[in-house]
């Protein structure tokens, strides 16, 4: 069974679309996060987010919003897509309870062209 | 300056070396600290958490130096399967994590 999951794998679009990526988590964790690794696998954190607090990276683009249906998903909304927002997206879980050891899924490799 | 700083190699070591990581971070009030390993084009996934006191896994040991702000993780008896990058990541406060841009090695047969 896929601890977190991601769709799509793969997001090859033009630049000034709108597109979202899906995450979802069936670990029971209550907190989520939304990374970005660029062309130097830097690994940044954009979002984290549980039902009580939504925390965001203050250099990431207002373009980019994380949307919660529930606990168990975290949707990354991307408006305008530009050239620099091509990169790998993870997305990661973890619960307080047990550790803060976070989870990840298995990345979109998004490409705007 | 970087909330976590590694040297990003490459490590290039021989089937059996010893090899060692080092990692800093800035903020005094980080409160928990990770290895991760990330193969190419996959996810990060967790090695070891790291513990005040040092911590062992197999062949792979972490220690934390909170004085001088260091973390560092030491493979012994390397194998081929251990090339990969490795990560330093820090907690500083609840959802608050920093990762380092990864070390990368490579272990020659």
């Known amino acids: 069974d896929t601890a977190v999951s991601q769709t799509p794998k793969y997001l090859v679009t033009q630049m000034g679309n709108d597109k979202s990526i899906k995450c979802e988590q069936n670990l029971g964790h209550d907190t989520m996060y939304w990374y970005k690794q660029d062309s130097k696998k830097f690994l940044k954190i954009m979002f984290s987010?549980?039902?009580?607090?939504?925390?965001i990276n203050e250099t990431v683009p207002n373009r980019f919003s994380p949307k919660s249906p529930d606990k168990a998903h975290l949707n990354l909304h991307i408006n305008s897509l530009e050239l620099g927002d091509s990169a790998v997206y993870f997305c990661?879980?973890?619960?307080?309870?047990?550790?803060?050891?976070?989870?990840f899924g298995p990345g979109t490799r998004l490409l705007v062209l | 300056r970087k909330e976590v700083e590694q040297d990003p190699g490459p490590f290039n070591v021989p089937e059996g070396a010893t090899v060692a990581f080092n990692c800093t971070y800035s903020?005094?009030?980080?409160?928990?600290f990770f290895w991760y390993r990330q193969d190419c084009r996959k996810e990060p996934k967790l090695l070891m958490s790291?513990?005040?006191s040092g911590n062992e896994d197999g062949r792979f040991t972490a220690q934390l130096n909170r004085a001088s702000q260091y973390i560092s993780l030491l493979i012994r008896d390397s194998k081929l399967s251990d090339s990969a990058t490795y990560l330093c990541v820090v907690n500083v406060a609840g959802n608050q994590f920093y990762f380092g841009t990864g070390t990368s090695l490579t272990v020659i047969p």
């Open positions: 987010y549980n039902n009580k607090e939504l925390i």
């Open positions: 790291v513990y005040s």
């Open positions: 903020n005094s009030a980080s409160q928990s």
């Open positions: 990661a879980s973890s619960s307080r309870s047990r550790g803060e050891t976070q989870y």
